[in-house]
């Protein structure tokens, strides 16, 4: 089914990453040629395209079929890539400064309790704030142009960037630290050489959440600045309120898509950076 | 065979009336109670008791990693905050606790890059060197991941003599190892530790592993922890495993057995 590539496509980045995970995880045995590892979650998806596809045929106004969807996507891709590009920066200008905000805050917070004590209940409050109610204010704030979207997408990194990175600086081997400590190493020293590579593992659990996160900050940013800027958040709430269905749902592949390309590419970057660490922390 | 009135020569380590309590004002725990200790330059001292009875607390506290309530200690004359400055104390705590990014070779080298301005005016080794007298010339680009127990705790041992430092703490660093190989480490240690004598403090569990090592023997006393005497190691240097079947071995350590036995009577009492 040539229809189903877009999804089929999702299914191999995904087998790829549980792949990945279990490799970093250290005592894989089984390998990616291994039958083991993507029979079954070829078998899954194609069960759910097969469900998808009896849906959508005797519901038409409910769910497009899926070779409408890829019909539509390959009749127009300069636009469909335009509204991608228009996502990805989002997503990446929002979630690099989402990141780097959230670590820096952590670096300072570890350093110096007394900072975690006054800030760490605003950045709460902060938090617990649903971001659907705050990008409407930022429009109004910052307008429609990219701004509010990089805010949002940020907001969103940005919390469990900090709460993980913290935990990692925190988790630095105590024994270690000693060792550190008799030889009067100085604070950059022991973060330069513990705390900072220590805390990797912790980052990247947090960069498993976050980047996903900041797919849905664009998306959602979009939804509200809706028709003045393209993006595909845009798309789908353009499209949607035309019951352009087949546009809608190939803008919401698409974001899917971009969610997917992320995580794995971050599986890849885990694996490089963080081969001597056994399996994700748990992540707070 | 016993005496606390023993004069260091200023390179050593001098503990006087130290004690320490832990937890909250209305509840505190004495865990040291005014211990006083020597540890001459070149001699190395065991410590050994019951479990609790502070041995890591009296190790942490020499270290500079733990303040004492009351009482003074003194590494080569200065304040042990001196001491660490100047990079005079090596660490080998429990768990080897190397860092697992870093290669044996990279971890060894680790004292040398930190505190680099205490590094100036001493006989620092080479690491490569020093590895490889400790019998790990072929694992030094491995990760500590790749290696065995026993291999990890040489290279902690290794990164505790490779920027010369004056003392040397040891906190049970064969524990974790099962028997056959905590033997083979210990005697790897005494090979070394003779042909490169430093003031050492070493804290254990075991007796036959006290003697074999040791100048002289502290026994503690638990709740509140106290030195209760301190044993003279009379037997001759070098020593090899062959002492372990000599009688005068089997004699000191039916001493130790029974000193630690009355310690222990005396706390069920
Ligand atoms: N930071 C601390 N806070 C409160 N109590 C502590 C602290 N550190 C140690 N203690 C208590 O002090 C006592 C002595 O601890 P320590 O670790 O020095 O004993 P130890 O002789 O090394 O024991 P072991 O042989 O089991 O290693 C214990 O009862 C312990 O619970
Ligand atoms: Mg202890």
Request: aromatic share 8%.
């Amino acid at each position: 089914m040539r229809d189903t590539e877009t999804i089929d496509a999702t299914a191999a980045v995904a087998a790829v990453d549980i792949a990945e995970t279990r490799a970093a995880g250290g005592r894989a045995r089984r390998t990616r040629l291994d039958w083991r590892n993507w029979v079954p979650t070829a078998i899954t998806f194609a069960v759910a395209a097969l469900l998808w596809q009896l849906v959508a045929w005797s519901n038409p106004y409910v769910i497009p079929t899926l070779d409408a969807i890829w019909a539509n996507l390959v009749a127009n891709p300069a636009m469909y890539w335009v509204n991608f590009l228009v996502t990805l920066q989002e997503v990446l200008v929002g979630a690099a400064s989402g990141i780097l905000a959230g670590f820096a805050l952590a670096v300072v917070m570890a350093e110096f309790r007394i900072v975690e004590r006054a800030v760490m209940p605003l950045v709460v409050v902060v938090m617990v704030t649903p971001i659907v109610a705050i990008a409407p204010a930022l429009v109004v704030a910052f307008g429609f142009g990219m701004m509010p979207k990089y805010i949002v997408t940020a907001l969103v990194v940005f919390f469990p960037m900090l709460v993980n990175s913290l935990a990692g600086l925190r988790d630095a081997d105590p024994k270690a630290l000693d060792v550190l400590r008799t030889l009067h190493a100085s604070r950059w020293e022991i973060f330069r050489d513990l705390r900072f590579p220590g805390c990797m593992p912790y980052v990247f659990a947090g960069l498993r959440i976050a980047l996903p996160l900041a797919v849905v900050g664009a998306a959602v940013a979009e939804f509200v600045a809706a028709g003045q800027q393209a993006g595909l958040g845009s798309l789908v709430t353009t499209s949607a309120a035309q019951a352009n269905l087949p546009v809608t749902w190939a803008s919401i592949a698409l974001l899917c898509l971009l969610g997917v390309l992320l995580v794995s590419l971050l599986a890849l970057v885990r694996k490089r950076v963080l081969w001597w660490s056994d399996g994700e922390p748990v992540a707070r | 065979m016993t005496g606390t009135a023993f004069i260091a020569p200023d390179g050593g380590v001098r503990v006087e009336h130290v004690s320490k309590s832990f937890g909250p004002p209305d509840a505190r725990v004495t865990v040291l109670d005014d211990v006083s200790l020597t540890i001459g330059m070149g001699e190395f001292v065991s410590v050994i008791g019951p479990s609790g009875c502070g041995k890591s607390t009296l190790l942490k506290v020499v270290a500079g990693l733990i303040e004492a309530d009351s009482g003074t200690v003194t590494i080569g004359g200065e304040p042990v905050a001196a001491a660490a400055r100047d990079k005079a104390i090596g660490l080998v705590p429990q768990a080897p606790a190397l860092l697992p990014w870093r290669t044996v070779l990279d971890n060894v080298r680790l004292p040398l890059q930190v505190n680099r301005r205490a590094n100036a005016g001493r006989a620092l080794r080479d690491p490569s060197e020093l590895l490889t007298s400790f019998g790990l010339g072929h694992a030094m680009r491995k990760y500590p991941g790749q290696l065995s127990g026993g291999m990890q705790q040489r290279a902690a041992i290794a990164r505790a003599f490779v920027f010369d430092p004056a003392i040397m703490l040891m906190d049970e660093p064969f524990s974790a190892l099962d028997e056959m190989n905590r033997d083979q480490q210990r005697l790897g240690l005494l090979d070394f530790w003779q042909s490169n004598r430093k003031a050492v403090m070493f804290v254990t569990h075991s007796v036959p592993e006290a003697i074999m090592l040791s100048d002289r023997i502290v026994v503690m006393s638990a709740h509140p922890g106290r030195i209760a005497t301190v044993i003279d190691v009379d037997l001759p240097r070098p020593r090899a495993e062959a002492d372990y079947a000599t009688d005068a071995f089997r004699d000191l350590e039916a001493v130790v057995r029974g000193e630690l036995h009355r310690v222990m009577e005396a706390a069920h009492a």
